[in-house]
């Protein structure tokens, strides 16, 4: 039976892509280099704020990653600053949320966004409807890692099998499976069926309100 349910963030309960996507590109306008198309963040992003800067500078031009440390003080700051710009929730997020802490689950977030900026997105999208959110920090392993699904399941003090994470990308669903949590996939964030299904996913969800049904044990296992 499941307790609780632990999502990532970009691409799976909000989508960032114009939000990373302008912050990136007003950094790579200071460096002097090529602008990025916004669809590309689906492949930028999914391991962590420096992973994304180390792929954006080598396409935009840096292959040396000559600006990599000032790009990556530039990208915390400016999210700091306004980590909800462009940034908005899926629809039927909202009401996923509220139905699934009606059904009792305990609500965490796991990202690899850094912490501050996490914490602010998720208070101004959901307000006090989750109990734990998590970002990337010196203290926890950056996902693929469980070390935070892991350290999170503890907090709640829950198994790690009575957890559903949720998530958009091959790192997710390795980081559900290393954790030995029921791993489900969200076809409506960054990435495709196949590469969810090849990493690991123990069911695709289509929409989020079907992670309601999922929760409850309405899944074809």
């Given amino acids: 039976m499941l307790k609780a349910c632990i999502f990532d963030l970009d691409g799976t309960l909000a989508d960032t892509l114009e939000s990373m996507a302008y912050v990136t590109n007003e950094i790579m306008d200071q460096f002097g280099?090529?602008?990025?198309?916004v669809d590309d963040f689906r492949y930028y992003s999914g391991e962590g704020a420096n992973m994304l800067m180390r792929r954006c500078?080598?396409?935009?031009?840096?292959?040396?990653?000559?600006?990599?440390?000032?790009?990556q003080r530039l990208y915390r700051k400016m999210f700091a600053e306004d980590p909800m710009y462009k940034v908005t929730h899926y629809p039927g997020m909202p009401e996923t949320i509220k139905a699934l802490k009606e059904a009792g689950a305990k609500l965490a977030v796991c990202s690899n966004k850094p912490h501050p900026a996490a914490v602010k997105v998720i208070s101004e999208m959901f307000g006090g409807d989750f109990d734990l959110v998590l970002g990337q920090s010196e203290e926890i392993k950056r996902k693929p890692?469980?070390?935070?699904?892991?350290?999170?399941?503890?907090?709640?003090?829950?198994?790690?099998?009575?957890?559903?994470?949720?998530?958009?990308?091959?790192?997710?669903?390795?980081?559900?499976?290393?954790?030995?949590?029921?791993?489900?996939?969200?076809?409506?964030?960054?990435?495709?069926?196949?590469?969810?299904?090849e990493n690991g996913a123990d069911l695709v969800a289509e929409k989020p309100e079907e992670l309601v049904r999922i929760y409850k044990g309405e899944r074809d296992d």
């Avoid at 280099?33 to 198309?37: C, E, F, T």
């Avoid at 031009?61 to 600006?67: A, K």
């Avoid at 994470?165 to 996939?185: E, N």
């Fill in 57 to 71: 500078l080598k396409d935009a031009g840096d292959e040396e990653l000559v600006h990599y440390e000032e790009g």
């Fill in 33 to 37: 280099l090529r602008r990025l198309k």
């Fill in 145 to 197: 890692s469980p070390e935070g699904p892991l350290k999170i399941a503890r907090e709640f003090g829950v198994k790690p099998e009575e957890c559903m994470y949720v998530g958009d990308t091959a790192t997710d669903m390795q980081t559900g499976r290393a954790a030995g949590m029921y791993t489900v996939g969200a076809l409506w964030g960054f990435r495709d069926r196949k590469e969810l299904n």
